[in-house]
């Protein structure tokens, strides 16, 4: 689903949830997650992780509350695309396509055959 690596070391004085926001907001920072990149869903990562649902809620809503990471209802928990409109205005479009590509019934891979055709259609 995404490339988020978050490891919860269980013995640390710092707690779960805390260790789970600083990591994410790291990764967000750095660029390993970039904008727009989808993060598990809360239920998914706890299972990973080994921790309670109400641990990565927690984290994610601060998360959240930062603006590192944002909710797009039942599409899921997205990296921020922050502040810049064209990102913003970018990954619409991108979801808008995604969203439309997977009702036909497409994969990833004739997705992208089929943006990298149009992108050479309007050179």
Same mark, same amino acid.
């Given at each position: 689903?995404?490339?988020?690596?978050?490891?919860?070391?269980? #013995? %640390?004085? !710092?707690?779960? +949830?805390?260790?789970?926001? %600083?990591? /994410?907001?790291?990764?967000?920072? @750095?660029?390993?997650?970039?904008?727009? !990149?989808?993060?598990?869903? $809360?239920? *998914? =990562?706890?299972?990973? =992780?080994?921790?309670?649902?109400?641990?990565?809620?927690?984290? +994610?809503?601060?998360?959240?509350?930062?603006?590192? @990471?944002?909710?797009? *209802?039942?599409?899921?928990?997205? $990296? #921020?695309?922050?502040?810049?409109?064209?990102?913003?205005?970018?990954?619409?479009?991108?979801?808008? +396509?995604?969203?439309? /590509?997977?009702? =036909?019934? =497409?994969?990833?891979?004739?997705? @992208?055959?089929?943006?990298?055709?149009?992108?050479?259609?309007?050179?």
């Amino acid at each position: 689903m995404s490339t988020v690596s978050v490891v919860v070391d269980h #013995s %640390a004085p !710092t707690p779960p +949830y805390e260790q789970i926001r %600083a990591q /994410i907001a790291e990764q967000a920072r @750095i660029g390993t997650l970039a904008a727009g !990149t989808r993060l598990p869903t $809360v239920r *998914g =990562l706890a299972d990973e =992780l080994g921790v309670a649902p109400g641990t990565v809620a927690r984290a +994610y809503r601060a998360l959240e509350e930062d603006r590192v @990471i944002e909710t797009r *209802g039942r599409h899921g928990t997205f $990296v #921020s695309v922050g502040g810049d409109p064209v990102a913003r205005e970018a990954f619409a479009a991108a979801m808008e +396509y995604a969203t439309r /590509i997977r009702r =036909l019934g =497409l994969n990833h891979a004739a997705a @992208i055959a089929h943006l990298n055709a149009a992108f050479d259609a309007t050179a």
